[in-house]
């Protein structure tokens, strides 16, 4: 049974959310962990603290991001990426200049 692991709450409900974040954590990859990361190196896992609640977080890939323009706090935004036909992941990127706030 699924519950909130800080209350005990079991009424969770799914919610629209804004796809805004701020980078709280990252990592820069340059080591494959399995063959089929391999083409990709480097690559960026980031913990992502999500605009709707503090220490919401998820972890994820930033993408369209270079390593040495990062710093924590930096706004991102959520694209998603069709690994195959069907499978959909979340990623973040960094938030576009010209979108408002």
């Known amino acids: 049974m699924d519950a909130c692991p800080t209350c005990g709450a079991?009424?969770?409900?799914?919610?629209?959310?804004s796809g805004r974040a701020t980078l709280y954590s990252y990592t820069v990859m340059h080591d494959a962990p399995a063959p089929g990361f391999a083409d990709h190196l480097p690559y960026i896992v980031v913990v992502a603290?999500?605009?709707e609640q503090e220490n919401l977080l998820?972890?994820?890939?930033?993408v369209d991001a270079d390593p040495a323009d990062l710093r924590?706090?930096?706004p991102l935004e959520v694209?998603?990426?069709?690994?195959?036909?069907?499978d959909v992941v979340p990623q973040f990127r960094p938030a576009?200049?010209?979108?408002?706030?």
């Not at 694209?79 to 069907?86: C, N, Q, S, V």
């Open 10 to 17: 079991a009424e969770l409900t799914w919610k629209d959310m």
């Open 49 to 51: 603290e999500l605009e």
């Open 58 to 62: 998820i972890t994820t890939n930033l």
């Open 72 to 74: 924590i706090g930096l």
């Open 79 to 86: 694209t998603f990426d069709e690994l195959a036909p069907g």
């Open 96 to 101: 576009s200049r010209h979108r408002s706030a």
